[in-house]
């Protein structure tokens, strides 16, 4: 079975441009959160979708957006990059029922 | 105050011994409790979860929870150099959101 997967894995962006990345779940799940992971911050929640709703929201700046695709795929987006945006992005996958989260490799994003 | 506090370590033990790793939460009405294990440069493991007071085995690990306190362990018996890594606790809050403490660097040395 296939494990959550993310792409791409590596991103160099500059400030003042958007990127967009992408997670498809374990098979099955429909349940996608995305967290932002840094040395100074730790792991934080950006939000969470189910269904193609967005039933969760962390405090993020409007910046950061996502979506879920009807295929349970969800994409996340931020735009204006700036330099404090360099993080390691993850995105996890949990069963309906369940609150087992398992995350993909994450989508490491430089911006310079 | 932070919402999930773990001591950042790093816990040093040696080969064989037991790592005994520490959480304390704030938000009372958490109901679900994970051990993630983070090696440097990859992405969290699901090592443990944990839903009613008690402990909960498996293998090497054993998870506690004590909702009363709140508070949750993590004890890894024998402990390997493998084990070396970064042991994140982490409790529910609202539709599978997950607070996580800020991880406790587990180095496990021959």
């Known amino acids: 079975k296939a494990g959550v997967t993310q792409t791409p894995r590596y991103l160099i962006k500059t400030r003042g441009q958007q990127v967009t990345l992408s997670c498809s779940p374990i098979?099955?799940?429909?349940?996608v959160s995305w967290y932002q992971q840094t040395p100074g911050q730790g792991l934080q929640f950006l939000f969470e979708?189910?269904?193609?709703?967005?039933?969760n929201k962390g405090n993020f700046p409007g910046r950061f957006s996502g979506r879920q695709f009807s295929n349970s795929r969800s994409e996340m987006n931020v735009s204006t990059l700036e330099l404090g945006d360099s993080a390691l992005y993850l995105c996890?996958?949990?069963?309906?029922?369940?609150?087992?989260?398992?995350f993909g490799q994450g989508t490491r994003l430089t911006v310079v | 105050q932070k919402e999930v506090e773990q001591n950042s370590g790093p816990l040093s033990v040696p080969e064989g011994a037991i790592a005994s790793l520490n959480c304390t939460y704030s938000?009372?009405?958490?109901?679900?409790f994970f051990w993630y294990r983070q090696y440097s440069g990859k992405s969290p493991e699901l090592i443990m979860s944990?839903?009613?007071?008690g402990d909960k085995e498996d293998g090497r690990f054993t998870a506690q929870l004590n909702k009363a306190s709140q508070y949750v362990s993590l004890l890894i018996r024998d402990s390997q150099p493998s084990d070396s890594a970064t042991y994140l606790c982490a409790v529910t809050s609202g539709y599978n959101k997950l607070i996580f403490g800020a991880g406790t660097r587990l180095a496990v040395h021959p």
């Open positions: 098979s099955g799940h429909r349940s």
């Open positions: 938000d009372r009405v958490s109901q679900s």
């Open positions: 996890a996958s949990t069963a309906i029922g369940d609150t087992e989260a398992f």
């Open positions: 944990i839903y009613s007071n």
């Open positions: 979708y189910f269904s193609e709703t967005q039933r």
